[in-house]
């Protein structure tokens, strides 16, 4: 079992230059991935603008993610400031999706092109149920190099387990074909002080 985030990192990978979207439900949150991954990205060479962060939000505000990323160590006001760190609010910039052309994949990765970054996205995926996604949405999920999905166990609610999470790692390439588009599942428990990471079974 990881205390730490081991198993989440060997399947993430390296993150520089990637799209990363995270996709989760109001019963199972994917905020402490999140977090991890923006701690993770923004922590790497930290004194260097080619390995900068664009974060897209459709859920908070900058003063949500800098508040807590403050209580993990990490500054992102300063990191903003450093141009390090772009923060695009999707609900200001967007709020009415495809009516506005301004507002597609095209024009967002417009705005983030000239800086050759790591881009990373939350989406709420249950927040659709009955309804078609938007189209940024499907074209996000088509997109990314890595896909991370965090949904309750199969076998419902238990105290010991909090969710599972699906890493789906596309486009590895180490020099073995084997190695091309990774899936990895593992169960998570959230605790007070961190996260803990297993595989399903092994958590007695």
Known sequence: METGGG???????????????????V????????HHILKRSLSQSPHSTSNAVVFVAFAHPFSHYDRILRRLGCNLAAQRDNNRFFFLDMLMDCPDEGKNSDCGLIALYGKIQKTGCSLIMLNHE??????????????????????????????????????????????????HEGSRNKVSNFQFKVKENGVEYFYPGSKT
């Open 27 to 34: 019963d199972t949150s994917a905020a402490f991935v999140l």
């Open 126 to 175: 249950d927040i659709y149920s009955g309804t078609a996604k938007p189209t940024l949405i499907l074209q996000m999920e088509y997109l990314a190099d890595i896909l991370i999905r965090a949904e309750p166990l199969a076998t419902g609610l238990a105290s010991d387990v909090h969710g599972q999470l699906t890493v789906k790692n596309r486009g590895i390439y180490d020099g």
């Open 7 to 25: 198993l989440l990192d060997e399947a993430l990978g390296h993150l520089s230059r990637r799209v990363v979207l995270l996709e989760d439900c």
